[in-house]
């Protein structure tokens, strides 16, 4: 038996900008802004990529900090990010579509000390998924399914 939790969404293109995105129980639109094509009905996939890497330092933060008997007041986490769209929209065959760089900025109310939060965050960033897909090559498998709509 695997000890390996499996998450999944199941998203449904409502336009060429917009997706129905469904998580357990859970809705949300991940759309683009006027300037990319979109409606502006909801974030856009970069966006909810660093929302969700955000959430899950979250998560991990409180998570050790619990194991180890840190007292965190609050948490404030800022992440902004830098895309060339030149790949994206097909005129440079050269650069990354996706960041070149992520920036995390941390506001951390603690009684710790410095160095105890630093051994904190070096160790959230070690247990944080999201922090792991974003900074190592995950196998993605592809496969595809040809339906036809029956009227």
Do not use: W
Not at 43 to 61: H, I, R
Not at 123 to 146: A, G, H, M
């Amino acid at each position: 038996m695997s000890n390996n939790l499996n998450f999944s969404i199941q998203g449904k293109s409502l336009s060429p900008t917009k997706l129905d995105v469904k998580a357990r129980q859970f809705s949300f639109i991940v759309d683009e802004p006027p300037l990319l094509g979109g409606s502006d009905e909801g974030a856009n996939p970069v966006e909810y990529l660093l929302g969700s890497y955000a959430g899950c330092l979250n998560v991990v933060f409180y998570l050790i900090a619990r194991e180890e008997g840190i007292n965190i007041n609050s948490l404030i986490i800022n992440i902004d990010g830098n895309i060339d769209p030149s790949k994206l929209f097909g005129t440079s065959k050269i650069n990354r579509a996706g960041f070149h760089n992520i920036n995390v900025q941390l506001d951390i109310d603690s009684d710790a000390p410095d160095f105890v939060i630093t051994e904190l965050i070096s160790k959230v960033k070690d247990r944080c998924p999201v922090n792991d897909n974003l900074s190592n090559i995950t196998q993605i498998n592809y496969s595809v399914t040809n339906s036809v709509l029956l009227t």
